[in-house]
T-cell receptor, first 116, second 112 residues
Framework: NAGVMQNPRHLVRRRGQEARLRCSPMKGHSHVYWYRQLPEEGLKFMVYLQKENIIDESGMPKERFSAEFPKEGPSILRIQQVVRGDSAAYFC??????????????FGPGTRLTVL | GIQVEQSPPDLILQEGANSTLRCNFSDSVNNLQWFHQNPWGQLINLFYIPSGTKQNGRLSATTVATERYSLLYISSSQTTDSGVYFCAVGTYSGAGSYQLTFGKGTKLSVIP
């Protein structure tokens, strides 16, 4: 009965490097969401994906950030050429449905990204 | 976009006391969730409550969607209740998109 899994739990990168964050949704869930939490703040929506489709990326910065959820394997949030302002906790959530009937989101433990 | 306000921002309780946390939102919503973020940073689902009242042990929640607010009640608080409590509202937008908008949270400290 595994929940949402994220790895790595902690990631340290130097400015200019790439960061790759992985998320495996709960079993039976086909909807994945990424959120970012800055220190002392609530979570902010970044992107909503279904298998092989980006449904809504309106919360994601236009440059350097990308996300995917391939047919096989985990969802990936990729940050290129990281800057200090990217330091944050990145949470992934999944839900069984994106429809009105039942779409409770369950969150993974997060990846804490530190940019030196 | 929709605004979510939580109050109070900080709360200190003696162990055994009761408390009420409030969440106001600025527009109609499709769903509402309450979370507890523990001191290790993990988000725990407390309630999925678009309307009505639910209870789970010492916790209960009520959402009055027509008046755009939700309340989280904690009774007989314990030190393990410490952490940040988030309210998040779910809304649909065009093209099948759905997302949660979070408040800034209520930071609860329960002291022995």
């Amino acid at each position: 009965n595994a929940g949402v899994m994220q790895n790595p739990r902690h990631l340290v990168r130097r400015r200019g490097q790439e960061a790759r964050l992985r998320c495996s949704p709960m079993k039976g869930h086909s909807h994945v969401y990424w959120y970012r939490q800055l220190p002392e703040e609530g979570l902010k929506f970044m992107v909503y994906l279904q298998k092989e489709n980006i449904i809504d990326e309106s919360g994601m910065p236009k440059e350097r950030f990308s996300a995917e959820f391939p047919k096989e394997g985990p969802s990936i949030l990729r940050i290129q050429q990281v800057v200090r302002g990217d330091s944050a906790a990145y949470f992934c959530a999944s839900s069984p449905s994106g429809g009105v009937s039942y779409n409770e989101q369950f969150f993974g433990p997060g990846t804490r990204l530190t940019v030196l | 976009g929709i605004q979510v306000e939580q109050s109070p921002p900080d709360l200190i309780l003696q162990e055994g006391a009761n408390s009420t946390l409030r969440c106001n939102f600025s527009d109609s919503v499709n769903n509402l969730q309450w979370f507890h973020q523990n001191p290790w940073g993990q988000l725990i689902n407390l309630f999925y409550i678009p309307s009505g009242t639910k209870q789970n042990g010492r916790l209960s929640a009520t959402t009055v969607a027509t008046e755009r607010y939700s309340l989280l009640y904690i009774s007989s608080s314990q030190t393990t209740d410490s952490g940040v409590y988030f309210c998040a509202v779910g809304t649909y937008s065009g093209a099948g998109s759905y997302q949660l908008t979070f408040g800034k949270g209520t930071k609860l400290s329960v002291i022995p």
